[in-house]
């Protein structure tokens, strides 16, 4: 067994992630095999098998080094952006936005990957009632609606962009009148205020 440093060690390990975040969107999970990353990588199968012995293990690293510290840390700040007034459309990575879509997919039959998938969800939403139980208590949201169905409703905008994207170009106009739509729907803001112009495109 050939020894690799520690730094390579490392190198390997995010070429892996990355090529199993590309090979997801390509197949999605359920025709996703560790052997087709290790052929994308250019890698010995062992060398897959060596670090996670199976698809769960690798989408759970997956998760955790990839899409929380990015996709995570982005619906954080956007949901405390939304709820703290922001008229700022969500910044968020379309990529792993597809790759968190496919795993949604297969972890409804899939019960091993509930507890990695679920509980990314969970941590966004906990974040999101949050900050949307802050607007609440300054009396900046419509009192009649279930806080739980706001926060699953915005983040539907920002899945929403994620759809439009497997048939086109990922929408660039647009993203600031849904925006400031959700707003209109789950706050004060009174009905009449007039949506952002924005001129169309193809």
Not at 35 to 54: D, V
Not at 74 to 90: K, L, N, R, V
């Amino acid at each position: 067994m050939v020894k690799v440093s520690r730094q390579r060690s490392a190198e390997i390990r995010i070429e892996i992630l990355d090529a199993a975040a590309a090979e997801l969107l390509r197949v999605g999970y359920d025709a996703m095999a560790l052997t087709s990353i290790a052929q994308t990588c250019g890698f010995a199968t062992s060398a897959i098998y060596n670090r996670f012995p199976t698809k769960e293990t690798l989408i759970e690293a997956l998760i955790v080094e990839r899409i929380e510290p990015e996709l995570g840390a982005q619906s954080d700040a956007e949901a405390i952006a939304f709820w703290s007034g922001s008229t700022d459309p969500p910044k968020l990575n379309i990529d792993q936005l597809g790759v968190l879509a496919e795993l949604l997919l297969a972890a409804r039959h899939t019960p091993s990957l509930h507890e990695s998938v679920y509980g990314f969800l969970r941590r966004r939403a906990d974040i999101a009632l949050v900050e949307r139980n802050k607007a609440a208590t300054r009396g900046e949201l419509r009192d009649n609606q279930d806080p739980l169905i706001q926060v699953l409703m915005r983040a539907s905008s920002w899945i929403g962009a994620y759809v439009f994207g497997l048939v086109s170009e990922p929408p660039k106009r647009y993203m600031k009148p849904i925006n400031e739509l959700m707003r209109l729907a789950m706050t004060n803001v009174a009905p009449s205020t007039p949506l952002p112009a924005e001129r169309p495109n193809k």
